[in-house]
């Protein structure tokens, strides 16, 4: 039997799942495998990976932010250009779901962000579907200039009242102060936010039909190009019975049905997902919250649609298995 020798450096704890993933591989020759978090300020140990046989060796760069091999621009030719690694042997495993121009192969997976999410909650509360009071809620801590920009023009068109928006962290410049910070009651004491950030049985959430989910990362209009994700926002919109509109970066959208999940396209129109105008993009979800506004008996339509939030869940619980990604790691190491 081939020798898999695995290392780690850079975690708090061994990444027992993904080793085990690993180890499950069959490798023909005997192969040298290190594990780097490059997140914890370790380095790796470079003067050791340069006395060592280059062609059964493969360094993986794991992390769970949406990273792609951007983000390791001094990392990845240190690897190749002072250590001789081969550029076909080094991997990124991170949460980034589609990177097409990536220097190295990339394993896209949401398993640890997912797993992480799942254990936070008791389940068995979560397959009633939850009162419906209001078509939407839109909920902004940090600012960022699509969130902001979003807000206002809901604000403008006064969209608001169908709705629950928060946006705790306005800009410098903020148009519209009598109108910011917006809070739901929680929000209010910074240190309550905190303690319940991942709070979903408040009426302001749960009680509505829809979620505006409004990612960190998106493109600027300098053309700064952020890659999709899936985090923990649009986790609670699929076990709180949810609809989801994503205000995120091109593509998001794609990349979360082909993972599965039920996405209502005979609801909402997510043709502004391949928009590639971030600018533009903003207009096409407003145009999508103002549609769903105008719908009635709100109660009725999640009711009839609890089968379908009911898959997501089960979806998003298969999603904290690890062995969902062996087939990419089947196609990284063999071709």
Known sequence: MPLINIQHYGFDFPPVALIS???????????????????NGIELPYAQIQELDKKNLYIIITTHEGASDRWFDRLIPQLI??????????????????????????????????????MLFNYKDLTACPETTHHFVCLNR??????????????????????????????KNNTCPERFPMQIDWDIDQSVVKERQHRIDHPAMAGALFNVITESAYENTNGFHYLPVITE?????????????WLTPYGTVA??????????????????????DPVHRIELVIQQI????????????????APRFLKN????????????ELPQWKKAFFG
């Open 255 to 276: 990349c979360i049905r082909a993972a599965g999940f039920d996405v209502f396209d005979d609801i909402v129109d997510h043709s502004y997902d391949l928009e590639p």
């Open 21 to 39: 993933n690993l180890k499950s591989l069959e490798f023909e020759q005997s192969t040298y495998i290190i594990l780097f978090n490059p997140f």
């Open 313 to 324: 869940i089960t979806t998003l619980k298969d999603h904290t298995n690890h062995q969902i």
């Open 142 to 171: 940090l600012h960022r200039w699509q969130r902001y920009s979003l807000v206002i023009n809901l604000l403008d068109q006064n969209l608001d009242k169908f709705g629950v928006i928060s946006y705790l962290d306005p800009p």
């Open 81 to 118: 250009n002072d250590c001789g690694v081969l550029q076909s042997n080094i991997i990124l495993r991170s949460s980034c779901l589609y990177n097409p121009d990536s220097s190295i192969k990339h394993i896209h997976t949401f398993v640890d962000e997912c797993f992480d999410f799942v």
């Open 290 to 305: 103002k549609k769903i506004c105008e719908l009635t008996d709100l109660d009725s339509i999640r009711k009839h649609l």
């Open 233 to 245: 926002k649009s986790f609670k919109c699929f076990v709180m019975h949810q609809i989801p509109i």
